[in-house]
């Protein structure tokens, strides 16, 4: 079946640091990869995706690239700020051509210090 | 603005009482999706719905149900609430016509309490 392994943390750096949120998967044929996250009080947005192999999905200055060979997404991002402390989900969807819900892994909360 | 509505952020309950949760989602999707949140074991499938009365069972069913009547109302239902559903439940829609990565969007969530 489908799985997900995150590192569970919690992650505490400081702000300005590099941050490298690790994604690993397990699942067949080729699964859309996404990164939610959660901001303490609310539900899960959607941070980015990637859909196939290389592809890179970003934004709010994260970034998180589809390695297949690797089976990984692991997120980054350049120099964190306060405003990034929340809890980061990595999830994949395989397509079944059904409804199934994404797989969630446990999820990473990051703690970041001015 | 694409949204989904859970009916309460905070509910307390007694140990077994029935309880609904409910989600609205104003997006025309066709699926939607009841997960339960718990620290260390992130999110788990509870149940979903990919038309009007319809139904599958996700990971971990037992002890709920669902009701899908209207395209966009999902209900959960603890029929005997436990002390061991205690929880922040979470519901999320999708439409796969709409993408084809079938992107959930979620609800703030409801933090259920069983005493």
């Known amino acids: 079946g489908n799985s997900v392994t995150q590192m569970e943390g919690p992650v505490t750096l400081s702000e300005e640091a590099f941050l490298t949120i690790n994604c690993t998967y397990t699942a067949t044929g080729y699964p859309s990869l996404f990164w939610y996250v959660q901001y303490p009080g609310e539900g899960l947005q959607l941070l980015l995706k990637a859909t196939k192999a290389d592809d890179k999905g970003s934004n709010k200055g994260f970034e998180a690239t589809y390695r297949k060979e690797t089976t990984s997404f692991h997120l980054e991002k350049g120099s964190v700020q306060v405003s990034d402390s929340a809890v980061y989900f990595c999830a994949l969807y395989n397509s079944g051509g059904g409804a199934d819900g994404l797989t969630f892994g446990k999820g990473t909360h990051l703690i970041i210090q001015p | 603005d694409v949204k989904v509505t859970q009916s309460s952020r905070y509910l307390v309950k007694r140990t077994g009482e029935k309880v609904f949760l409910e989600c609205v989602q104003d997006?025309?999707?066709?699926?939607m999706f009841w997960y339960r949140q718990d620290p260390g074991l992130g999110l788990r499938l509870i149940y979903f719905s990919y038309d009007v009365k319809m139904k599958e069972k996700g990971d971990i069913p037992e002890g709920y149900s669902v009701s899908r009547e209207k395209k966009e109302r999902f209900s959960l239902i603890l029929e005997s609430a436990s002390t061991n559903q205690t929880s922040m439940y979470l519901c999320?829609?999708?439409?796969?016509?709409?993408?084809?990565?079938?992107?959930?969007?979620f609800g703030p969530g409801t933090r259920l309490t069983v005493l």
């Open positions: 997006m025309d999707h066709e699926n």
């Open positions: 999320a829609s999708s439409s796969p016509s709409a993408s084809s990565y079938n992107e959930q969007f």
